[in-house]
């Protein structure tokens, strides 16, 4: 570790900046190399995967560079060193949560594998027949089917909450399930990757805890969204993926309050997860290793503390107010086409219906995926289909959508672009 210079160390282990810089977004874009290709890309797809800036790729090539070895194995200076830039990349998501405890932040590989944990692990340990999960039919496939399995294999019930007309929560419907007494879990999404509404976490959180069912809250979108401080939102559980905050693929986090953690066996089996193994049985390491079989995503997670750490460089205010001017400008300009309907359907969209990150729509008689292709190819990048949310699209009585969504990067010329090749598209497809 002596022979390292500081420099080496892939990132720092705190939150420095905080909330100081202006966000100017032609300064932000210099900072994303997938932007400054010729000719320039207009990528709205960040709800699927946001662009990763040069501080993220850094970091991960400075590890790669000087540190690259295996975490809490090794007992040479780079494997100390890279150990504690894992673990720094801990608490730096720690800080960016509020989380209490560094112990609560699990690794995992992907929001996904960090709901398929806690159903499989505080799932099957903790439910059983005639106890239920609460689910909204806003749900990403991610969190539905861990939970479906969930009730196959421990016949607990899935119960669904619905949307009205303008996509709100049908909280009365909440309240009904949780009367039942039967409900332990309530897994909600904290922000919809299709109609970009947020429900009220606390109101669910606060009627959820009434009734003693904890809460799941699927932050994969509103992670890089709005400011998810896990103790005064008071949720149970929190999930989200590094690649659509501006970090790398393959690196997942799950938040859990320590003392249900402490109540979970481990999910995965395999090296570093374990305390003692014999060839009769093993016995678990401590938290966070018990959840952390195997290589973990070291780099990944390094790279992911340096994208909070980038972020956290400028305020939430002025990030939603710019995200929100960007989809202003998109319904606006949107609005002028002619046969093209904002989802939900019959929503008096602008009015009541104020989008975080993305917003979905359908054109009359062009299908979602002949659009999105015709835009591609002027590297507009739109996503076409259900968006892995095929119960909400059958809610809604269609099968497929057109998806924008953004991020810090974009811009209102961008919005404007992408609005006037769609309507060019629709004049083209019909004829
Ligand atoms: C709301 C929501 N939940 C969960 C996921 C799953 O994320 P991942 O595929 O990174 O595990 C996504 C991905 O799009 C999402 O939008």
């Given at each position: 570790m002596q022979n390292l210079h500081q420099n080496e160390i892939p990132h720092s282990s705190f939150l420095i900046h905080n909330y100081c810089v202006p966000l100017s977004i032609s300064d932000v874009r210099r900072q994303?190399?997938?932007?400054?290709?010729t000719p320039q890309p207009i990528y709205l797809d960040s709800a699927a995967m946001a662009q990763v800036p040069d501080a993220v790729l850094h970091a991960v090539q400075q590890w790669e560079h000087s540190l690259r070895s295996n975490v809490h194995r090794g007992m040479h200076d780079r494997a100390e060193a890279s150990t504690i830039a894992y673990e720094a990349a801990r608490s730096t998501v720690q800080k960016f949560l509020n989380a209490k405890h560094p112990d609560t932040i699990i690794f995992t590989k992907s929001c996904t594998e960090a709901i398929n944990l806690v159903a499989r692990s505080w799932g099957d340990a903790h439910l059983q027949q005639g106890d239920a999960v609460v689910l909204s039919i806003l749900e990403h496939h991610s969190n539905i089917v861990p939970w479906l399995q969930l009730k196959e294999r421990q016949g607990i019930d899935v119960l669904w909450v619905d949307i009205d007309d303008e996509g709100n929560l049908r909280y009365d419907q909440l309240e009904q399930h949780l009367h039942t007494g039967r409900v332990k879990l309530v897994a909600i999404t904290?922000?919809?990757?299709?109609?970009?509404c947020a429900p009220d976490t606390a109101r669910i959180i606060d009627l959820a805890h009434q009734s003693g069912a904890l809460v799941l809250l699927d932050a994969a979108q509103a992670i890089a969204h709005m400011p998810m401080d896990v103790q005064s939102i008071d949720c149970d559980f929190l999930a989200f993926s590094g690649h659509k905050l501006y970090a790398p693929t393959g690196v997942g986090v799950l938040y859990a309050r320590k003392s249900i953690l402490e109540s979970m066996p481990p999910f995965l089996g395999g090296?570093?997860?374990?305390r003692n193994v014999t060839t009769e049985g093993f016995s678990p390491a401590e938290l966070p290793a018990t959840f952390e079989a195997g290589t973990p995503p070291i780099a990944q997670a390094i790279g992911l503390a340096a994208a909070m750490e980038w972020l956290n460089q400028y305020s939430w205010e002025a990030m939603q107010t710019h995200e929100r001017n960007l989809l202003t400008q998109a319904t606006t300009s949107l609005r002028q086409i002619s046969g093209l309907q904002f989802l939900p359907q019959n929503s008096s969209f602008s009015i009541h219906h104020s989008p975080f990150g993305c917003l979905s729509f359908t054109l009359e008689g062009v299908h979602p995926h002949d659009l999105t292709e015709i835009l591609g190819r002027q590297g507009i990048a739109l996503r076409a289909g259900h968006h892995c949310c095929m119960p909400l699209h059958k809610r809604l009585g269609i099968p497929a959508s057109t998806r924008l969504s953004v991020g810090i990067y974009n811009t209102k010329e961008e919005l404007e672009l992408c609005a006037k090749a769609i309507d060019t598209a629709r004049q083209r497809l019909r004829g």
């Open positions: 994303f190399p997938f932007l400054e290709a904290a922000l919809s990757n299709v109609l970009g090296g570093m997860m374990i």
